[in-house]
């Protein structure tokens, strides 16, 4: 298991956008943000692939997902289960719903866009969907 690259006691929950280390508070962000050198990266020979780039850059890389050590992970059986849920095959017959998602995904920040989107009843209700999908594929 991996321990924080700042204080060295916890698991790291995050990573730095600019250098990629991990660590697992606020304080400890603060903290690296003092001294934190970004990654250069290589220039791109077309824009093309820099904006293809750009709208995949995620903070995760796919590595990091399937870590086994990572604590806050929904197992795949899991996640499969949500593509048999009718529930939620149901809300997502809504077009609303389904621009909310687009919305979430296609946004800068996700975060920010979650916490909006989470404003709409309809989202709400899809994501409590997912969640008791998941738990209920947990305890079955």
Known sequence: MQICNVCSEQAPKYKCPCCKIRYCSLGCYKKHKETCLPVEKPPSTSPESKDAAAAFAE????????????????????????????????LL???HLRQLLRSVDGAESKEA???AAMQEPLFVEFADQCLKVVENEGTA
């Not at 590595?63 to 996640?79: A, G």
Request: aromatic content about 2%.
């Open 59 to 90: 903070p995760w890389s796919v590595d990091d997902l399937l870590r086994e050590d990572i604590i806050d992970k929904v197992p795949l059986h899991r996640l499969q289960s949500l593509g048999q849920s009718t529930e939620l095959r149901d």
């Open 113 to 115: 866009a979650i916490k």
């Open 93 to 95: 017959c809504n077009p």
